[in-house]
């Protein structure tokens, strides 16, 4: 049942996170016609634009959903789901914001599916937590707090030292605050979905500070998401955004929940591997997406016999002539000769 549930949660948060982004790009772009402070260069005019709270609403929606996933099912199930969110983009960028993906991009998708099934088949358990005083208890692990530490550290440098160097010119700047930070939600998540269990089973939840401290590290958590994220979204195109983020949030995410619930010590071989073969599949797809994304694939392109109008509707070997030897042909035909001849001529 658990399972089950957190399933069909995770695919319904990718459809709704996958159209918020293409809502939220609509409403940049209606900004970027009127003149207004762009997102990029620090202005908050999309607060105005109903197109970017719709997005919003839906990304709530998504992120709703998810955080339901995450209180039934291990982060490592549901995260690699995630990757319906840049298929569901993908489209609808190319319907509504004529953001055309080629060959390669549409392989890329393919290969980001694949490779989250197969992580969601071979996806480790996680170590029971049910109670906020275990919750604590993992908070408290030295391996976490290093890593808690790291993630806050490096957003800082990205935030005050890259952001205004490189924050035009590379995605992935802003892209990897969003990740860090994300992996730090998803932990607060976690707990709340088991504050918000033991509240539905009568425990006064209310009292205890840890649920308290984990929402207010939720908001914010979020808040600078979000901020960065229309950064991102106001610079680059939707389609090599949305799964250079998945790519990245999904690593911080798998490090965070492999350091904090020691999902990965007690899975047998044939897991690990696959786990890993998934992942690789979904950054094998994503670079693809992201490589090739400005390279032209027309059919001119393709070999003779696979372009349209090109195909020979007769086999060559059912025509003699075609077959015959080239010592029984002139290699000049005494009429195409003249011609030549008086080609040169008229040069001359």
């Avoid at 982060?75 to 390669?104: C, D, K, R, Y």
């Avoid at 269990?197 to 207010?216: A, D, I, Y």
């Avoid at 073969?277 to 094998?284: A, E, K, N, P, R």
């Avoid at 003779?304 to 075609?322: E, I, K, M, N």
Wanted: with cysteine; net charge neutral.
């Amino acid at each position: 049942a658990g399972f089950g549930a957190g399933l069909g949660l995770a695919l319904a948060s990718s459809a709704f996170i996958g159209g918020s982004f293409v809502l939220k790009k609509k409403g940049l772009l209606r900004l970027c016609g009127r003149g207004r402070a762009r997102a990029g260069q620090g202005g908050h005019a999309y607060l105005r634009e109903w197109l970017w709270w719709a997005g919003l609403l839906c990304m709530g929606v998504g992120e709703a959903a998810n955080f339901a996933a995450y209180a039934f099912a291990p982060a490592t199930l549901v995260t690699p789901l995630g990757a319906l969110s840049v298929l569901v983009s993908a489209v609808l960028s190319s319907i509504f914001l004529n953001e055309q993906l080629n060959v390669h991009g549409k392989i890329g998708c393919i290969l980001s599916i694949l490779g989250s099934t197969v992580m969601v088949i071979h996806a480790p358990q996680e170590e029971e937590v049910s109670s906020l005083e275990s919750m604590a208890e993992k908070l408290k692990d030295p391996g976490f707090i290093v890593f808690a530490v790291c993630v806050l550290v490096s957003s800082l440098l990205l935030i005050f030292v890259a952001g205004p160097r490189y924050g035009q010119s590379n995605v992935l700047v802003y892209v990897l605050v969003c990740s860090a930070i994300g992996s730090l939600s998803v932990s607060c998540v976690k707990g709340l979905g088991i504050a918000l269990k033991e509240l539905f089973s009568g425990k006064p939840v209310l009292k205890e500070p840890l649920g308290w401290v984990l929402l207010v590290c939720l908001v914010i958590c979020i808040s600078i998401q979000i901020n960065y994220l229309n950064k991102a979204l106001d610079i680059f195109n939707t389609s090599v955004v949305t799964p250079i983020y998945y790519v990245l949030f999904t690593t911080a995410v798998m490090t965070c929940s492999a350091i904090l619930f020691k999902e990965w010590q007690h899975m047998v071989l044939d897991n690990i591997i696959g786990s890993i073969s998934g992942f690789l599949t979904i950054v094998s797809g994503i670079f693809l997406l992201h490589a090739f994304r400005d390279m032209p694939f027309t059919p001119n392109l393709l070999p003779l016999f696979l372009q349209p109008g090109r195909a020979d509707p007769h086999p060559p070997w059912s025509s003699a002539d075609r077959h015959q030897s080239c010592q029984h042909q002139p290699l000049l035909p005494s009429e195409d000769k003249g011609s030549q001849s008086a080609e040169e001529e008229e040069e001359e």
